[in-house]
């Protein structure tokens, strides 16, 4: 009966022992696996982010070129830029953010309704209200990449950091 009893102990124990290795190597294999998936996930954020930052940066020279150009009040300048801008748009946009994109399409569109105005083929009372809703593009594209300024937590664990490394 010893005997049995030992094999039949040894038998549970080496079952037991698979299965927690089993349970073990399954455990891991999951967390690995979610571990490389994030890892992925951040590398394509970081990418996107990288050409976002990009795009926002064609989009504020375009812009600024357009913004130019409505200035000179030369039709053939401003024409050249619209045209430009909404060639870069139609490949770009997608990297904009909403209210970039928006704000950037909405520039093309009154800098031409802004030239018809100043040439009589369109109400002038509305001039001064494009010019502004082109100006007012810029600051929208450069917010859509602004980073966030640090919490006054954060700065206060930055200058206890600062403090420590003078000291």
Avoid at 36 to 46: L, N, T
Avoid at 124 to 131: D, G, M, P
Wanted: glycine share 6%.
């Amino acid at each position: 009966m010893d005997y049995l009893q030992t094999l039949a102990v040894g038998t549970v124990s080496g079952v037991l022992g698979a299965l927690v290795t089993l349970w073990g190597e399954r455990h891991k294999f999951f967390w690995s696996d979610r571990i490389e998936r994030r890892r992925f996930e951040h590398a394509m954020r970081s990418a996107a982010l990288e050409k976002r930052l990009d795009k926002h940066q064609e989009a504020w020279t375009h812009w600024d070129n357009l913004r130019r150009a409505v200035g000179t009040r030369d039709e053939g300048a401003i024409r050249t830029e619209r045209l430009k801008c909404d060639d870069w748009y139609s490949k770009n946009c997608l990297y904009l953010g909403p209210q970039a994109r928006v704000a950037f399409w909405r520039s093309i569109i009154y800098a031409q309704a802004h030239f018809e105005a100043m040439q009589g083929r369109m109400p002038a009372e509305r001039v001064i209200e494009w010019s502004q809703l082109i100006a007012a593009a810029g600051s929208v594209i450069s917010r859509g990449v602004a980073l966030p300024g640090f919490t006054e937590e954060e700065f206060e664990e930055y200058s206890a950091h600062e403090r420590k490394v003078i000291e």
